[in-house]
């Protein structure tokens, strides 16, 4: 089969492989019916160093089940099905507790001996708990809706979640991003009042409003915080979403965050310290959390509102390849061309 | 009338100062009938350089309302009252919310203009929003108790209200201070199933396992780390209280926290910069948060706790002196000889 490996930045290829197979009796293997191309897979695109051994990529895909192990009862070939970004039991106390990104039994695409889903077929660990069935004559139209359950919309909602929105709240989102403007529908569908999404990209920032965005910051830095904290009264909105995951974007976050407010993160932090004592979080009461999302504990009830029309997250994808043609998914999102690439093998 | 006043490090005086007059209309006068050192007193009692201006002491006082401001209502003449350690209107969006200690017309005693408490009189701003009343026959063995209700005990609830304990958490406590005892006491007053205190002094564990410690962990730094996680079949607690506030206790904290948990501080930090990326806070999911607590909002549900005999946090104090001799008082809590001492004007 083909699949798509990266052997350092700038530097993706794709290649013929073994398809993969059953390993585990917990397994499955999926055959990829569509893929995507994650804002995440953009570090290693920029910084990876070269070498002879290429990186499997890819970790968001909806697909079809081909053969499942002897453990995995409640999935048959033919199940078209949506798979979370990272695999887990669904079953062990931390994935009961809604951290199935904890989970000791659970892991990544690309890792571990188990392939990226840039690629005709993926080998599914713990299938059982991973996998989420879909009506099998779902309307395409739903389908790049559905593929951002695997990822980025559920991990814009997982932000909106550990902020803690709830009807009436203020929040503001940092990056327009998929991953913030997911943010902000998430914060839409959690009730949020107030959403204030600070990007400077107007093609972005305009789905952000129709995400349900009711102002646009496009400052940065001091005078960002400056902005919001005009548009607030000088307090801050009680919840952040930080989409980005640099250091200016937290600086950015405390500085618009509402006395006893939470800041929530689902950019990746580009930073190991960072302020936290009586200046920054502690003498205003700041709560600061987020992390990988564990999208396995949202896919469930996401499912029905994409089907029912209420949400449609797959508004983040504005390009297509093929999965010869997945260089160029990466080029254009590097480029900053689209926002989001569906790859279809 | 006397008040106590501290010129630098290990300088406590108690100096003949003119009685406190009403300025604003929502101030009370109070005469102080009890009050204490906190933990907080010692960092200026440390590190406080030597000047010719002292700066009035103390923010934890039961008193008597000896006259009140043209915008006092609720209050009169022989009222016997807590005041929270900081004060508040109870009015505001951040006091509605629950975070008084953010209020915009709020502040603290022993400064902008306002004496301390460690005094024969204070007075007391916005003392509609801050004060609360208590019978006036009430029984003497309780003030100890609501002494504590000042600061120190609704100081370790809100650690643990902000590190959300509930039936059937487990919950690490760092720090065997009064702060820290309370916090084990607030944690098993919200139902965590088990309770680990850090903390090395026997006769403060003690009390601790009194208050509802479940588990007592002497070992500090790696060592204690590996211990609290061996006792929780290497997964780490719920929660983890942090009554400390130096870098040591935070990394403690990280070290024993359950991925998805909660690392609530109210040990004032002593470090602006700690570690919150990947490898410390983001990758579990791990929440921080915590701030000076906002007293104030949990005081009345306490006092029928008090005086029903459900919790006894006065039991912290073991040690007091009369308003002239305040400079013992911090000696002995400096010396570790008293865990805490009340100071009777």
Known sequence: MRATFMYGAGDVRVEEVADPTIVEPTDAIVRVTMACVCGSDLHPYHSMSAGPTGSPMGHEFIGVVEEVGGAVSNLKPGDLVISPFAYSDNTCPFCREGFHTAC????????????????????????????????ADVDEKFLPSLLTLSDVYL???????MGRVTPGKSVTVIGDGAV??????????????????????????????????????????????????????????????????????????????????VISRVG?????????????????????????????????????QVLGGEIDPGRVFDAETSLDDVAEAYRLMDSREALKVIVRP
Chains 1, 2 share one sequence.
């Open 104 to 135: 000791p039994h659970g892991g990544f695409y690309g890792a571990d001996g188990v392939g990226g889903a840039q690629a005709e077929r993926v080998r599914v660990p713990q299938a059982s708990g991973t996998l989420v069935t879909i009506p």
């Open 155 to 161: 991990t814009g909602y997982h932000a909106a979640h």
């Open 180 to 261: 913030g403007l997911s943010a902000v529908l998430a914060a839409k569908q959690l009730g949020a009042d107030r959403i204030v999404l600070m990007g400077r990209h107007s093609d972005r920032t305009d789905l952000g409003r129709a995400f349900g965005a009711t102002d646009v910051v496009p400052e940065r830095g001091a005078d960002g915080v400056a902005k919001v904290l005009e548009l607030t009264g000088g307090d801050g909105t009680h919840v952040v979403l930080e989409a980005v995951g640099h250091m200016p974007a937290y600086e950015q976050a405390y500085g618009v965050v509402r006395s006893g407010g």
């Open 268 to 304: 990746v932090p580009q930073y190991e310290k960072a302020p936290v004592g009586f200046g920054s979080l502690f003498g205003r009461n700041i709560t600061l959390n987020g992390g990988p999302a564990p999208v396995r504990a949202y896919i469930e009830a996401a499912i029905p």
